[in-house]
């Protein structure tokens, strides 16, 4: 993930040097960008809550996920998130939020018809290991210069190639700007999705080392990607927009390579807890 990083800082930079060399005037972009990017910070989990139809509930109307969470919580030295319910066939979980004090875990009505207590467990661990890490506030930053990017590509294609400039050489500049923002939003775009990878390997490690059993949490995602393929394709559909943070994602299909993909592989995850819990036991 570090690496990952450094590595879209690197690409980040090159953009910021090449808008510097062509002496572009791009700080309405920024400012446009970093509006979207205080909007995202501050209402982003509202949104996608509202978008997923998720209702919190109190320990009285769902009293035993709120006792797991809470006895999770108290192992990861964590504040009690609030609690969301999503009434939806669609086996799936997500966590939002940007702070350890200002997080909500959502979960379905379909996830816990589906899932034992301990696989439940090991799926809310997964979550609360994204909470810990601060996954929401990673993948906002570092898709911040990428929003960049795509709007200095939307800004040059819509005036037509130039940002105002009138002669030969300001026009080769603009153009210039617009073909490195074009990469620098593809690249990035992959490195970000590599990111999204990597945190999931990492909340899957996390949930296996708080639960102590990371065959639960291979049994739940084994369940619930199984389960996913008798969702109605509907529902899936209208699912898909919060790929990036369900547990697994909605009727996602493998990209070339998996280059484009949120999550890694289902048995490449299973296989990583496998590894993981011969290490817990001491026979690897």
Do not use: W
Not at 14 to 35: R, S
Not at 88 to 116: I, Y
Not at 196 to 217: C, F, I, M, N, Q
């Amino acid at each position: 993930m570090l690496l990952t990083m450094f590595l879209l800082g690197l690409v980040y930079a090159a953009l910021i040097g090449v808008l510097f060399a062509a002496g572009v005037g791009f700080i309405p972009i920024i400012l446009i960008a970093a509006v979207l990017f205080i909007a995202q910070v501050f209402a982003s989990d509202k949104i996608a809550l509202r978008a997923a139809g998720a209702k919190e509930v109190s320990p009285q109307e769902a009293p035993e996920l709120h006792a797991l969470i809470e006895r999770l919580c108290i192992q990861a030295d964590l504040p009690k998130p609030r609690i969301a319910v999503v009434d939806t066939e669609m086996p799936n979980a997500f966590a939002m939020g940007r702070s350890k004090n200002k997080s909500t875990v959502c979960v379905t009505t379909g996830l816990m018809q589906t899932l034992s207590p301990t696989e439940l467990e090991g799926v809310l661990g997964h979550e609360l290991t994204h909470i810990v890490n601060h996954d929401v506030m990673v993948m906002t930053i570092a898709s911040f210069f990428a929003s960049i990017a795509s709007l200095i590509v939307q800004f040059g294609f819509f005036f037509g190639g130039g940002f105002g400039g009138g002669d030969d050489n300001e026009g080769d500049s603009a153009a210039l700007v617009i073909l490195v923002s074009l990469l620098v939003y593809a690249i990035s775009f992959m490195l970000m999705m590599a990111l999204s990878r990597y945190r999931e390997y990492a909340a899957d490690r996390g949930s296996a080392v708080l639960t102590g059993h990371p065959s639960a949490l291979s049994s739940a995602l084994l369940k619930i990607s199984g389960m996913m393929q008798r969702v109605p394709q509907q529902d899936l559909r209208a699912a898909q927009g919060m790929n990036a943070f369900f547990i697994i994602p909605a009727g996602a299909k493998r990209s070339l390579f998996n280059l484009f993909a949120t999550h890694p592989p289902v048995e490449k995850r299973i296989a990583a807890l496998s590894r993981l819990e011969a290490q817990l036991q001491g026979t690897a």
